[in-house]
């Protein structure tokens, strides 16, 4: 039988394959990992042009002014012992965390200064009380969310930068329904956004989202489609992205890797399933531009549309099941991860 060449057109389409194969290996996304000398769990971080803060476990705070290329151990010095699990920053140097736990535990910290210095804002005196997250429109407004105390979720709102707080009335607040609950896993069960709006979602056999369009004053709740089969499943996270449409995240933590629903947006009018792979809980998700991210414990996925379809975004330098994180933050093209044991990453957004 004699050889045939390719015909120019068929060695045209093989090279133009190879080349978009190649080009599209060269865009795939990492993770750059940039782990801290301690051994904590880290569930809350922020970022403020190039400064980066992590908030875990044994009252940690750490610091990188550079952008991550090194860290500084700015950790509450306290007899009290709490789990940061929660960060609010103003800027390169104002900075609220929050503890979260029972009874005391669960208290406000500021620095003015990096976190050289910390001051206690707020302390929980309630035995049932809780705290779970905090999120502010601006350096004098913001709100704090707790757990339930007499069937209604503890929202607290502050106008003065956090020095003094007051409980939003019962009367504002809709009754929580049988088996439903609130998470602390990451600090994201609460945030807000433009125009006084504000979200908080909840979890257990109800997961609801509450929605405020009056800086927090006055809430309504509606149910969302998240796999909710058992009191550990739910919403766990919230997060708008550039084109402030918001997002509900959430899972079951006592089945990490399971697939079900994890992720509902809403869109008109109402909440809609988004198919991210159902790849497992998630517990945070930050967008820069037209591409978000969303993670977990055991693993991570992008998007490049903000948020209408999505790929596996796994740390492939960690073991199975630890190839996520816990807690997500961005600014100025840079996206951070923490998570178990001192675990941190970047992601740098190409220009």
Not at 263 to 288: E, Y
Request: charged share 20%; aromatic share 12%; hydrophobic share 40%.
């Amino acid at each position: 039988m004699a050889f045939k060449s390719p015909s120019y057109l068929s060695m045209f389409v093989f090279l133009l394959t190879v080349t978009f194969t190649v080009d599209l290996f060269a865009q795939q996304p990492t993770w750059q990992r940039i782990d801290i000398p301690i051994k904590a769990s880290l569930r809350g971080s922020a970022v403020f042009q190039d400064t980066l803060w992590v908030t875990g476990s044994d009252n940690t705070v750490f610091v990188s002014p550079d952008a991550g290329k090194s860290w500084l151990n700015r950790s509450v010095i306290s007899e009290k012992m709490t789990d940061f699990r929660d960060i609010a920053v103003f800027d390169r140097n104002t900075a609220i965390v929050m503890g979260a736990g029972e009874g005391e535990q669960s208290v406000l910290y500021k620095t003015t200064d990096a976190g050289q210095t910390w001051k206690l804002l707020l302390q929980n005196h309630e035995p049932a009380g809780f705290f779970d997250a905090i999120a502010f429109w601006n350096n004098d407004t913001g709100l704090l969310l707790g757990d339930p105390l007499d069937g209604f979720y503890m929202v607290k709102k502050t106008e003065d930068g956090g020095k003094s707080w007051r409980r939003i009335a019962q009367v504002k607040l809709p009754k929580m329904l049988v088996k439903e609950a609130a998470f602390a896993a990451s600090g994201n069960t609460l945030i807000t956004g433009e125009n006084g709006q504000a979200w908080i979602t909840t979890g257990g056999f109800s997961a609801s989202v509450y929605y405020s369009d009056d800086f927090g004053e006055s809430w309504r709740r509606q149910s969302v489609p998240l796999f909710q089969q058992s009191q550990t499943s739910g919403g766990y996270a919230l997060a708008l992205n550039t084109k402030q449409q918001v997002f509900v995240i959430g899972g079951d933590y006592l089945e990490r890797p399971a697939s079900y629903a994890n992720i509902a947006t809403f869109n008109d009018n109402k909440w809609q399933k988004v198919d991210a792979g159902q790849r497992g809980l998630r517990t945070a998700m930050t967008c820069i531009n037209n591409i978000c991210v969303t993670t977990g414990k055991t693993g991570s996925d992008i998007s490049y549309n903000h948020g209408v379809h999505w790929q596996a975004f796994d740390d492939a330098s960690a073991l199975k099941n630890d190839q996520g994180f816990y807690t997500l933050a961005s600014d100025n093209k840079l996206i951070l991860a923490a998570g178990t044991n001192g675990k941190v990453a970047i992601y740098h957004l190409s220009d």
